[in-house]
């Protein structure tokens, strides 16, 4: 039997399972549905924290902080958003 048959059979047996998907790629699946819930969370609070502001019931250092992060919750859901218009234009750009 030749050594480099054995050799190659052992090698493809490694690498064999690096093509199988890793039980992380399902976490990353729900990555999105994740960041739509906090995001949709995040605006949720600070509209609450907004309107018992306006009836006196909350501490305006409180309102000041949920704008804040739901500003940053805006800016992050239009710069991802920028970036997926941008990857499919890019794809629409390719040659066929």
Request: negative net charge; charged residues 20%; glycine residues 4%.
């Amino acid at each position: 039997m030749d050594i480099r048959a054995v050799n190659a059979t052992q090698k493809y047996a490694s690498l064999k399972q690096a093509t199988q998907p890793s039980p992380d790629f399902e976490k990353a699946e729900n990555l999105a549905g994740k960041a739509v819930g906090d995001f949709a969370s995040a605006l949720k609070q600070s509209e609450e924290l907004a309107i018992s502001a306006m009836t006196g019931n909350a501490d305006p250092h409180s309102l000041v902080q949920a704008l804040a992060q739901t500003e940053l919750a805006v800016e992050t859901a239009v710069t991802v958003r920028n970036k997926v218009v941008e990857a499919y234009q890019e794809i629409l750009r390719m040659p066929v």
